[in-house]
């Protein structure tokens, strides 16, 4: 087990490999235990034998990104009160970056504030989610609408959970994985060549990808915690990924193969060549189906987005990997057609090719 220190003004570990869970700090007073119905299920066991020093309190999460909104956060405050959870106590979350973003949400508003924990159990939350502090719930208008920057106290992202997650959940992580291998440069893209479908298959050691990701985002979040500018890298293919998931309604495409499409589109805007090492690697990403999304959705969601400024989507660009751009406007027509292009390629892809 290795640990990476986040500095700031919270400053925090994120402990990381096989056994992590084993760092939970001894503290006065009890655990809230926001936990997954799904990691429950598969590693409740270990899970109650590991926190149980900790005088633990339970909490079962029905699963799913519908499940991130105020009326869960509701239901977490009112077993907080239930429970009397008091200021200096812990609130920990095991689970995905729905877990995570839910239960750091309701840490950050209970009592106005009590630490919390964060235990990712996916790939996408150990690389992403659960560094960087930023945590909310999704509205009727969208995802990720309400939030703060909270920061956990601690990550425990403990590598043994991910033996039982799904090949599909795992693609999600090694897109922001390659993703991050795009920005970092070498040696992390290296390694990511060298093995992106044996991670895949679940045949490659996880922890020194892990490690590096965890690495380059906590370099950019202590730089720029509250996304001022340079953080804006970290959105690298989202701003087409994005559109496409909000398009599809949320249930068609995981985020990460919407934003593995979005990195294509990264690929294009930023004039890399087919056969350059950048776009050789998204190539190896899944492309899923695009069969059925409507094209003047995907373009009016682009001019929504969250990044967008004075009604111009704005992109983060790669000169080569290792060296980005963030904030960037591209012509309308210009990202206009790129859209137009992987929408249509998109729709040529069989429904069966998921991974
Ligand atoms: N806060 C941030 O900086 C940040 C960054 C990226 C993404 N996010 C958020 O993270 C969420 C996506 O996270 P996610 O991909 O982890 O999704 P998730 O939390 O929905 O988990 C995906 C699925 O995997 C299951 N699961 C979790 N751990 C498992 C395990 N060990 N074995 C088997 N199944 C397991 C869950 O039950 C769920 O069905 C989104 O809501 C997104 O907005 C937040
Ligand atoms: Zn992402």
């Given amino acids: 087990v290795n640990s990476i220190h986040v500095s700031g003004e919270r400053p925090y570990e994120v402990w990381l490999g096989d056994g992590a869970l084993a760092q939970l700090e001894r503290a006065p007073g009890r655990v809230a235990v926001v936990v997954d119905e799904n990691v429950e299920r598969l590693h409740g066991a270990r899970l109650r034998a590991a926190l149980a020093p900790h005088d633990p309190a339970w909490f079962v999460l029905p699963s799913g990104e519908r499940h991130k909104t105020l009326d869960t956060a509701g239901a977490l405050w009112d077993w907080l009160g239930e429970l009397r959870l008091e200021r200096r106590e812990r609130v920990v979350a095991v689970g995905g970056g729905v877990t995570g973003d839910l239960a750091g949400f309701v840490a950050s508003t209970w009592r106005r504030g009590v630490p919390f924990v964060q235990v990712p159990t996916t790939l996408l939350a150990m690389v992403d989610a659960s560094v960087g502090g930023k945590v909310g719930v999704d509205t009727a208008r969208g995802k990720n609408l309400v939030g703060a920057f909270w920061p956990p106290a601690q990550v425990l992202a403990d590598t043994t959970f991910l033996a039982t997650l799904p090949v599909r959940e795992r693609w999600c992580g090694l897109v922001e994985v390659a993703k991050t291998a795009l920005l970092a440069g070498d040696p992390l893209l290296s390694l990511v060549e060298a ?161």
């Fill in 195 to 355: 093995q992106l479908e044996a991670l895949a298959d679940g045949v490659a050691p996880v922890e020194e990808v892990v490690a590096a990701c965890v690495r380059f985002k906590a370099d950019v979040v202590q730089r720029d915690p509250t996304e001022q500018g340079e953080r804006a890298v970290l959105n690298l293919g989202h701003t087409v990924g994005h559109a496409l998931e909000v398009a599809g309604g949320f249930d068609r495409l995981t985020h990460g193969e919407a934003v593995a499409w979005g990195l294509r589109a990264t690929i294009r805007l930023s004039g890399l060549s087919p056969g350059s090492r950048e776009a050789r690697l998204v190539a190896r990403l899944p492309a899923v189906t695009l069969d059925g999304l409507d094209e003047g959705a995907v373009l009016d969601a682009m001019l929504s987005d969250k990044k967008s400024a004075g009604g111009k989507p704005r992109f983060v660009l790669l000169e080569r990997a290792g060296r980005s751009r963030h904030g960037c406007h591209v012509d309308d027509d210009a990202w206009r057609s790129v859209v137009r292009e992987l929408l249509s390629e998109g729709r040529e892809v069989a429904p069966a090719s998921r991974p």
